[in-house]
């Protein structure tokens, strides 16, 4: 059974920078898709980031496309989402979710059946 465990969230001002972490346990054989979501009070939860375990793919929404990076640490079982120029609109929930299987890239919250916890995430402007 995959757990995923996110940190790093917090309060910042509007152009600054946040990583946040999601530590993935559990992992067994196979393709494991990661997803970064977020949701914000009064909307839906939306995908922000996609990657696979393992690999350099990854996939952006246009909305934080060039702002938001995803990166990984195998050693660590650990995945990143490096987000820079934050805009008071970024501020959500943020989530990590895991699915096995490709395909998943931009996929939306029903295809993933792996969270963590959320992470707060405030941009202040």
């Known amino acids: 059974q995959v757990q995923l465990v996110e940190s790093g969230g917090g309060s910042v001002q509007a152009g600054g920078s946040l990583r946040l972490s999601c530590v993935v346990y559990?992992?067994?054989?196979?393709?494991?898709?990661m997803g970064w979501f977020r949701q914000a009070p009064g909307k839906e939860r939306e995908g922000v980031g996609y990657t696979y375990i393992g690999d350099l793919t990854t996939y952006y929404a246009g909305s934080v496309k060039g702002r938001f990076t995803i990166s990984q640490d195998i050693a660590k079982n650990t995945v990143y989402l490096q987000m820079n120029s934050l805009k008071p609109e970024d501020t959500a929930m943020y989530y990590c979710?895991?699915?096995?299987?490709?395909?998943?890239?931009?996929?939306?919250?029903?295809?993933?059946?792996?969270w963590g916890q959320g992470t707060q995430v405030t941009v202040s402007s």
């Open positions: 979710a895991g699915r096995y299987g490709v395909g998943c890239l931009g996929g939306p919250v029903d295809q993933f059946n792996y």
């Open positions: 559990g992992l067994t054989y196979g393709t494991l898709c």
